[in-house]
């Protein structure tokens, strides 16, 4: 069972940056972050793959977020800059096994996933 704990959440005013990672117990070929903000959707942020470390994010999302990883600390990191209040959500890390899966819309339905971290902008 393959266990993900995500931390660097907290409070930020718009404009502002935030930093979360992942730490995992082992490494899988997709890592991704995806979101929940209350009374919606579960969103998919983005997603690395391992090996050519290539990434994909939620188009809404691109010029202001990148995921990086770093394989040999099993982390998992997303950068998120020019933050926003509609920003605000739970955002989780999860993971992956399949390579075909590996694809920021299917982040949320990863087969595993970690407990979340609060990120909340305030205007």
């Known amino acids: 069972q393959l266990e993900l704990v995500e931390s660097g959440g907290g409070s930020v005013e718009a404009g502002g940056s935030l930093r979360l990672s992942c730490a995992a117990s082992?490494?899988?070929?997709?890592m991704g972050w995806f979101r929940q903000a209350p009374g919606r959707e579960r969103e998919g942020v983005g997603v690395?793959?391992?090996?050519?470390?290539?990434?994909a994010y939620a188009a809404s999302l691109r010029g202001r977020f990148t995921i990086s990883r770093d394989n040999v600390k099993r982390q998992l990191y997303l950068q998120m800059n020019g933050l926003k209040p509609e920003d605000t959500a739970l955002y989780y890390c999860?993971?992956?096994?399949?390579?075909?899966?590996?694809?920021?819309?299917?982040?949320?339905?990863?087969?595993?996933r970690g407990q979340g971290t609060q990120v909340t902008v305030s205007s």
């Open positions: 999860a993971a992956e096994t399949r390579a075909n899966r590996c694809r920021a819309d299917y982040a949320p339905y990863f087969a595993y």
């Open positions: 082992g490494l899988t070929y997709c």
């Open positions: 690395s793959q391992l090996g050519d470390g290539g990434t």
